[in-house]
Each structure stands twice: as structure tokens, then as C-alpha cells.
């Protein structure tokens, strides 16, 4: 069992109360536009110039989820570069969720509806494409290269747990993602598990939830606040190939290397704290072995996700700073 832990933990890092939501899902009072959220705080201090490139994305989200009503509802703005070298007229937004069964059967039960989108300061209309997995946007003017680009809009989803009676909940690349230019915006499906293409960016978020639950996210909290039964978190990121969460009724394991803090989140109760403290000590042992064969890790966090699956065989799924291990 150790050994077995051990080796998904070093594959991951070669690559991450009921009722309480009585008024509405999402409903914020102005669209987050900061733009200079705190990224560094996101990275162990020799990277922390790492968020300063201009080339990165930036992705702020506002969202709120209902783990019983399996509902999340959020706001995004997207500002980036005009990296292709030729004028811009559209912006393809992928839609991983809406991605069909992978050949292991799990996904393809996740529905994603956009609103409100605006471009460049102008209200517009998207329009989905291979088989609902895209969203192209269409620009106002063509944005000539190494200008900037800003997109908003607002969408809902639902969520499904990978282990019903876990009632835990892991949500990577819940979002619209901005789709890899490669002659032209990469809009392909397919059913392996590792759907994800993307570049990498910054992320800031809020993430609004109902108390007594946790968010574990990729990157840094850096504050959590609780007023009239809900708890928001505030989410940053160093440079990511995409932005990972899990949601929960948690408790934790914790350990550390080099000041790096190792969490490992299960949900009470269910037998998990023997192995959560194992899978914390190994993950904290592998970010050595991480660093002598590779190179330093850039985070100040590693988080990792307990669920208790009864599959019947041991995975793990790995994200940026997020790793989900199914038992």
C-alpha cells in the first residue's frame, strides 16, 4: 500500500451545512475586474517573478456552489494576449465538461450554460461547436497581435461526485477554458481521461460555499471569510495548465518539506485518517525526490484529495497543485 501511494504520488508531481444557500446560487454585485491580484503569493519565494509575465492569461472567477443541490454558478473574466501572430476575429472557449464518456465510462453527465457574454466592452452572442465542447465568441473588430483581448460572462453547471458515497466533490476545469492557437483554435474531442489542452495562466478566484464546507483549490487560499451561513475563499495561483477544486465536508492531514505545506483532505469518519496521514508523509518525501532528480517545485502548496470510491483498484487523477487519489 505505501509503495503503491508513493508511485502515484511522484506520477502526480511530475506533471494536482444542508440548506444553507436560501437566496439566490450567485448573485454579485459587480464582476471582479482587480487586476493585480496577489499570484505571488501562490509561489515559494525564488519563483514569485514567474507571475509577472505578460504573455500569461488571467483568469478571475467568482463562483458559488451547492454541494446538495450539485449546483455551481459563476461569473469569469478572461483577459490575454494576442500571442498567433495574425489578427484575432474570434475567441474559442472550451467546454471540458461537455467532453463525452472517456474510455474508463466517467464523465459526459455534466451539463454548462453560458449568458451575458461581452467582448472587448460589446455584448455578444457565442456559439457552441463540436459537439457542445465549444464556445467561439465572435470579436467586435479583429484584435491585431500582441494586443490585448478581454472576455465576460456568466455561467451555471452541474456537478457530479466521482464517489457518491464519498459526498465529496472534485471539479477540475469547471470553467470555460481559452482553447491552444496552433495554426488555428484547437476545438478536437477525445474519450482519454487527460482531456485538457491549454496554456498556462494565472487564476484568481472567489469561491463561495455553504458553511462547514472547505474548498480546496489549486494555488494558495489567502483569506476565508464566513457571514450569514456562507464561506467564501480567496484563490491564487502561479502560472497553471488549468485551475483544479474540491469541495467537502473535510478533515485533514497535514505535513511539509522545505516550506512547502503538504494537506491531505478526506472526508471524516469513513476510515481514511490512517492513510491520509500516510499519503501526507510520502507526499512530503516525494517532493524531495521531486526536487533532486528535476528541479525545485514552484508552489507553496500541494493538496491532495481523498475519496473513498469502492471501485475496487486505486487511481489517481492529477491537476496543478491538486492531486485526487480514488481508494
Known amino acids: 500500500m505505501r509503495l503503491r501511494f508513493l508511485a502515484l504520488i ?29 499570484f505571488d503569493a501562490a509561489m515559494r519565494p525564488a519563483f514569485v517573478r514567474d507571475v509577472e509575465r505578460a504573455d500569461l492569461p488571467r483568469y478571475l472567477l467568482d463562483l458559488a456552489i451547492d454541494p446538495q443541490a450539485r449546483r455551481l454558478s459563476g461569473r469569469m473574466r478572461l483577459e490575454f494576449r494576442n500571442t498567433t501572430g495574425v489578427p484575432l476575429r474570434d475567441v474559442v472557449l472550451r467546454l471540458y465538461q461537455h467532453f463525452p ?97 491549454a496554456e498556462a495562466a494565472l487564476y484568481a478566484a472567489t469561491i463561495t460555499v455553504p458553511e462547514g464546507y472547505t474548498v480546496v483549490a489549486s494555488g494558495s487560499t489567502v483569506s476565508t471569510a464566513t ?7 480567496e484563490v491564487v495561483t502561479g502560472p497553471m495548465r488549468e485551475f483544479a477544486i474540491s469541495v467537502g465536508r473535510f478533515a485533514v492531514a497535514r505535513a511539509a518539506h522545505d516550506g512547502i505545506e503538504v494537506n491531505v483532505w478526506h472526508r471524516p469518519g469513513i476510515g481514511l485518517e490512517s492513510a491520509a496521514r500516510q499519503v501526507a508523509l510520502h507526499a512530503a518525501a516525494s517532493l524531495l525526490s521531486l526536487e533532486s532528480r528535476f528541479g525545485a517545485y514552484p508552489y507553496r502548496e500541494l493538496d491532495i484529495h481523498l475519496l473513498s470510491a469502492g471501485r475496487g483498484f486505486d487511481i489517481g487523477a492529477e491537476f496543478p497543485g491538486l492531486i485526487v487519489i480514488l481508494l
Do not use: C, H, K
Open 10 to 38: 511522484i506520477l502526480a508531481l511530475s506533471l494536482l451545512p444542508p440548506g444553507a444557500f436560501a437566496a439566490p446560487l450567485f448573485a454579485p454585485t459587480a464582476q471582479r475586474t482587480d487586476p493585480s491580484p496577489p
Open 101 to 197: 464518456p472517456d474510455i474508463f465510462g466517467d464523465g459526459g453527465d455534466v451539463r454548462m450554460d453560458i449568458s451575458e457574454i461581452v467582448a472587448q466592452g460589446s455584448a455578444t452572442q457565442g456559439m457552441y461547436e463540436a459537439r457542445r465542447t465549444v464556445l467561439r465568441v465572435p470579436l467586435p473588430a479583429p484584435v491585431a497581435p500582441d494586443e490585448s483581448i478581454v472576455l465576460s460572462l456568466r455561467y451555471s453547471a452541474n456537478i457530479v461526485s466521482w464517489a457518491p458515497r464519498d459526498g465529496t466533490f472534485a471539479l477540475p476545469a469547471f470553467y470555460p477554458m481559452l482553447a491552444v492557437w496552433q495554426n488555428g483554435w484547437r476545438a478536437d474531442i477525445t474519450r482519454f481521461p487527460d482531456r485538457v489542452f
Open 227 to 233: 457571514r450569514e451561513g456562507r464561506t467564501t475563499f
